[in-house]
């Protein structure tokens, strides 16, 4: 499912079938790769990006084998809603299961989902937005009945924990001391060289490809997106969430957006060259 979900969206950002499916391989095989670098070179800047990339994609049940292909599924249909603009009933019930499924099974990627839907809409429509919600009623009216259902299921279920069950999933009030410390700690997290190396980064590389290819958006948004809910979570939710499973996800939306830009430019690079498509097999093969 990992790779045909990735090889559908190299498709959508108009990689030909062969880079398509390296990339998604690659993606694939990136944990273990970073995990390999590791091992080899023992340096601290290897192991800090190893921690959070082997959550990008594992076979650890139900994270990340499980929860993540909600997240990339949900931004693959968002990808075909932008390329064809059809809100379909049956897309938007999809998309809701979709978020549904993210809340049970990890709820900051239903929050991610929902400020990349929101932003999205923001962005592409701007002042039409409203215009464009009463034209397709019946697509956000199914997907809010759909993840309204979704969500009151787990609001019952929050009700029906036990207290050390919701200690466990980190479903407790915190104190104003450890409140202060949380967003002195935060802050702290975005003012970090790495952070603002990959944010500037992923920044130029999105005004640099989006005068050539319209159609990075909705990836760049999942890595926006998820910087916006570590800042929803800690100034406007007073509990305790597993803050580190945020910034990991910030990371690793980062690093593919960088991943999939990088490639799209080389991807034009590679083309003027003869013989391309046997190099790319070649790649493939290795």
Do not use: W
Not at 254 to 262: C, P
């Amino acid at each position: 499912f990992f790779l045909i979900i990735f090889y559908k969206i190299s498709v959508l950002l108009k990689f030909n079938n062969l880079s398509a499916a390296v990339i998604s391989c690659f993606l694939f095989l990136l944990p273990s790769i970073i995990r390999e670098l590791d091992y080899l070179i023992n340096n601290e800047i290897v192991s800090i990006i190893n921690s959070s990339v082997k959550s990008f994609y594992s076979l650890r049940v139900p994270r990340a084998l499980i929860t993540n292909l909600y997240f990339f599924c949900f931004i693959f249909i968002l990808m075909k809603i932008d390329r064809d603009k059809r809100y379909t009933v049956k897309r938007s019930s999809l998309m809701g299961v979709l978020v549904g499924l993210s809340i049970h099974a990890l709820f900051l990627f239903a929050v991610i989902e929902f400020f990349i839907l929101f932003f999205y809409l923001i962005l592409n429509y701007k002042k039409q937005i409203f215009k464009t919600i009463k034209k397709e009623i019946k697509f956000f009216f199914t997907l809010g009945i759909v993840v309204s259902f979704f969500l009151s299921l787990f609001v019952i279920h929050l009700y029906k924990l036990f207290p050390d069950s919701n200690t466990a999933i980190g479903n407790f009030e915190i104190n104003y001391e450890q409140k202060i410390n949380l967003i002195k700690y935060t802050f702290k997290y975005l003012s970090n060289k790495f952070f603002l190396l990959l944010l500037i980064t992923n920044i130029i590389l999105f005004l640099y490809i989006k005068k050539r290819e319209g159609n990075f958006l909705i990836i760049f948004l999942s890595y926006l997106s998820s910087i916006i809910a570590l800042l929803f979570f800690v100034l406007l939710i007073n509990r305790h969430i597993h803050y580190d499973l945020i910034q990991r996800t910030i990371f690793n939306t980062g690093i593919l957006f960088f991943l999939l830009a990088t490639f799209k430019i080389l991807d034009h690079k590679i083309t003027q060259f003869k013989n391309f498509r046997k190099r790319y097999f070649f790649l493939l093969i290795i």
